[in-house]
């Protein structure tokens, strides 16, 4: 018989590519999608399983293939009766409806080449998870080759096939009659399902308490597939040629056996003489060896041993087997539970849900993922209960990579994302959003997590909108910066605006504030700042709420508020708002330092540009002085020829550059002295005495020159001394024009006025404080004085400034000039000695006194040069004590 199950081993191997072939005609394909190989199952791993899709609803499921190019050794007669027995169990399996048996989602359909029916998703058999890989696509999966059970799947593994027994003896009265792990199938979400029903047999009298069961004689003759696996098979089957529900009790004893020994069953059993094997093994059994059973849980050995005895009746039953403690697992529990759920009501299942989350750690991640999360999911129908059920759900997709997150939790999150009743559903979103907004892909954060925290703010309940903006903050940095610009910002700005609530008001304030770090400088400048102004409330929280935001700005390295935005737009706000009279003394206060540090630093940056634009200012003076000097040495050098190379267009610019700020510095009006401009009247009138003091004073000049004698080389000295400028003119500001004749005469006047012969000292100092003159008189003057070598007559004006006598008018004086008397003495020496320092500056005083009567020696008509070299301030006061003994002197 060994070398009959090679044979058919190694032909179900070699029609391996042929099977998809096959499938192609069987009615199956006309309503389901056939996909990839994934396990095998059945009566000697003769069903190749495949995954595939119903074509109109895309649900999945598991396609089971028989090729029936396996058996096309046998004779008919074989051929027959393997169909039939394949089709048999096939039919048996349809009819029966039970959650611990595999669920036919379409009926068995023939075709010429191959059996084909479909079931709930699969994921392989159980003989496939112990190693058994007959049947499998080669290489085999690595989902299979790394699978291994954990000790919560197998307890409850074995716990559902204990219940799926107790179903078929209790409930149908029937024998399985060939359970064995190709006969159990593992499905997608990690139950253990019975199949297999081939060699199942069923009560002849199915009405009376006790069953009756009758057996068929073992034939070693018929082809294995038509006979049951003998080494899960109950001794009594071959020996006595009888059997019961014990039988399958039996069967199940060497499963758990098989499951703790690596698929290992028992016994060995010879198939070519199995009758004799049998025999060999009822003496085993009859004294179990404890190490036979060594590798078995403790807790579960005595049962193992009492389902493997040799006496039927000693075997407990299907419904005793699942109430032995070794069930007893929280996990095992734990997973029965969510089996009966449909049985439950809605506060009992709240209860469970409630407790679940101390559970789900304890368990395996696939177990949670696999066997949990999916019944947790189908209770999103529920609407009452996804309160209860959605903490947990979320509590997995903490534990899940972000693809498994996207492939098993996100489908079924979508719609709850949309329900805003209960309104508990939104409070256990908007408490998890840093989990959403981390594991959910772009497209449905933006599509339907963020909407979600949008209707959140615009929620008619100012709980909800409390929540939500106090969540915001924390999962700000995953909100891409577009979606947090355009939409949230003027969510919160809404929320803020409208309400009534304070605590909804304050809270968007402080949310703000949190979220400034993530915007941008500009957006936060001409959106946020702006917002404030727009507040309408006044209350101290608020206010507080608006200088928080101002403070965060305006210190933030990233941020921070320009200077020209301080001056004319936050600190008018804020101070503003600072002598509101709803703040206390610290909250005034705390207003006062912020106004105080953005008026620092608004000062500072000011400062420090208009330095730096003088530095700037300056360098470019330097820079085009240099330059331009440069300029006339290349013209010296360098013959202007066509040879000379081009600029660059880089040079170009900055040449332009510097032209331009050299041209914007030359056009700046120099900064003058102010000076009060006489009124028309005495303007008119001061012209008029000028004049005639002019005519008088060349008069006398001429008629002292040509009276008195002078020597020649003192004379020559004076006049060779006269290109240094005046000191009365110098000091209001005017230099002398060579082209004034009128004026330049009074000047030649005055000083012919305060000539002293014996002094040539004198002269030499006037020499260097005076304009050089390049006067007509002046010169003519002092030719006839130099020829006549006379000391000039100043007796004309001893009248003239005689106090005693009466003051006549200055238009007078040169009309009617008098003789000089023999005996007077000279203008200079009619002052006191405490006035010889003025002595010396009249003639410049009495410049100045002609410069500022006279219109034409204004100011604004003369550049403005640097005070004379060599003028001391004395010389200054003295011409200034000078200019106001002339005034006192003329009235």
Not at 366 to 388: G, K, Q
Not at 695 to 709: K, Y
């Amino acid at each position: 018989m060994e070398s009959m199950l090679n044979k058919l081993k190694s032909t179900v191997t070699k029609v391996t590519a042929d099977v998809t072939s096959a499938v192609m005609g069987n009615p199956v394909t006309r309503e389901f999608e056939v996909g990839r190989h994934i396990a095998s199952g059945g009566p000697c791993m003769c069903w190749r399983i495949y995954n595939g899709t119903k074509k109109s609803t895309k649900q999945e499921v598991a396609v089971f293939v028989f090729d029936k190019k396996v058996v096309d050794k046998y004779q008919k007669y074989e051929k027959d009766q393997i169909i039939d027995s394949l089709k048999k169990g096939v039919q048996q399996l349809t009819r029966l409806r039970h959650p611990r048996l595999l669920t036919v989602q379409h009926p068995l359909e023939e075709s010429r080449d191959c059996l084909a029916f479909c079931t709930e998703p699969v994921f392989a058999s159980l003989a496939n998870v112990l190693g058994q890989w007959d049947n499998l696509p080669n290489p085999v999966p690595n989902d299979i080759k790394e699978y291994k059970l954990f000790d919560v799947e197998t307890k409850y593994g074995l716990l559902q096939i204990s219940e799926g027994l107790s179903f078929l003896h209790s409930g149908v009265k029937m024998v399985h009659g060939n359970l064995s792990p190709e006969n159990i199938i593992l499905n997608k979400s990690g139950a253990w399902k019975i199949m297999g029903f081939d060699f199942s047999i069923s009560s002849i009298n199915p009405s009376d308490a006790e069953p009756k069961y009758t057996c068929k004689e073992w034939e070693p003759n018929l082809p294995p597939l038509c006979l049951p696996n003998p080494e899960y098979l109950a001794p009594e089957y071959i020996l006595s040629v009888s059997c019961d529900s014990a039988s399958d009790m039996y069967s199940l004893g060497v499963v758990m056996h098989a499951v703790f020994n690596e698929g290992k069953p028992v016994f060995q059993v010879n198939k070519h003489d199995i009758f004799k094997s049998f025999s060999r093994q009822l003496d085993q059994l009859t004294n179990i060896s404890p190490a036979l059973l060594n590798k078995l849980p403790e807790e579960v050995r005595d049962h193992v041993k009492m389902l493997l005895s040799v006496t039927p009746t000693v075997r407990p039953d299907a419904d005793q087997m699942t109430k032995i403690p070794f069930f007893d697992d929280v996990g095992a529990v734990t997973l029965q539970y969510f089996d009966s759920l449909f049985q439950r009501d809605n506060l009992q299942k709240s209860q469970f849900y409630k407790g679940l989350p101390k559970v789900l750690p304890k368990l395996p991640k696939r177990v949670v993922v696999y066997r949990i999360l999916p019944a947790l999911t189908s209770e999103f129908v529920n609407p009452d209960m996804v309160p209860f059920v959605l903490p947990n759900v979320l509590l997995i997709a903490e534990e899940c990579t972000k693809e498994e997150y996207v492939r098993l939790i996100l489908p079924d999150l979508a719609p709850v994302f949309k329900q805003q009743e209960p309104i508990q559903i939104l409070l256990i979103f908007l408490q998890k959003m840093d989990l959403l907004l981390t594991k959910t892909p772009a497209e449905d954060i933006k599509n339907s997590v963020l909407p979600m925290v949008y209707r959140a703010l615009e929620a008619p309940s100012v709980q909800i909108q409390e929540l939500c903006l106090n969540i915001i903050p924390t999962f700000a940095n995953l909100i891409d910066y577009p979606s947090m610009k355009n939409s949230l910002i003027p969510k919160i700005k809404s929320a803020c605006l409208q309400t009534s609530s304070l605590a909804v008001r304050v809270n968007s304030l402080v949310c703000l504030g949190k979220i400034l770090e993530y915007l941008d400088k500009w957006f936060v400048i001409d959106e946020i700042l702006p917002f404030l102004q727009q507040i309408p409330s006044r209350e101290p929280a608020v206010l507080m709420g608006i200088l928080g935001i101002y403070k965060c700005t305006f210190s933030h390295k990233k941020l921070g508020i320009p200077k020209e935005h301080l001056a004319t737009k936050s600190l008018p706000h804020l101070v503003s708002l600072s002598i509101d009279n709803n703040l206390n003394l610290n909250q005034f206060n705390s207003f006062m330092v912020v106004i105080r540090e953005m008026l620092s630093r608004m000062e500072a940056e000011h400062k420090t540009k208009l330095e730096q634009l003088h530095v700037m200012q300056e360098q470019t003076r330097s820079l085009n002085i240099s330059n331009q000097g440069n300029q006339s040495e290349e013209t010296k050098s360098t013959p202007n020829s066509g040879n000379q190379m081009s600029l660059t267009l880089e040079e170009k610019q900055r040449l332009a550059k510097e032209q331009e700020q050299a041209a914007k510095l030359r056009s700046q009006q120099p900064l003058a002295p102010q000076t009060v401009k006489p009124s028309s009247t005495s303007s008119n009138q001061t012209k008029d005495l000028t004049s005639s003091l002019l005519n008088n004073m060349t008069s006398l000049n001429s008629m002292s020159l040509a009276n008195t004698p002078r020597p020649g080389p003192v004379q020559g000295s004076t006049i060779s001394t006269f290109p240094t400028p005046n000191p009365m003119i110098g000091s209001m500001g005017a230099p002398m024009s060579n082209g004034f004749n009128t004026s330049m005469g009074f000047q030649a006047a005055g000083m012919g006025m305060g000539m002293r012969p014996p002094g040539p000292s004198l002269y030499g100092g006037m020499a260097t404080t005076t304009s050089a003159p390049n006067f007509g008189a002046l010169a003519q003057n002092q030719g006839q004085m130099g020829q006549a070598n006379k000391v000039p007559d100043m007796s004309a004006l001893d009248s003239l400034f005689t106090s005693n006598k009466p003051k006549v008018p200055l238009n007078q004086i040169g009309s009617k000039p008098g003789p000089a008397p023999a005996n007077s003495t000279p203008w200079p020496n009619q002052f006191s000695s405490a006035h010889n320092t003025s002595m010396q500056a009249a003639p410049a005083g009495m410049g100045g006194f002609g410069m500022q009567a006279n219109p034409f020696f204004s100011p604004q008509n003369f550049p403005q040069p640097a005070a004379p070299p060599g003028m001391n301030q004395s010389a200054i006061k003295q011409s200034t004590s000078v200019n106001n003994d002339l005034k006192d002197l003329f009235g």
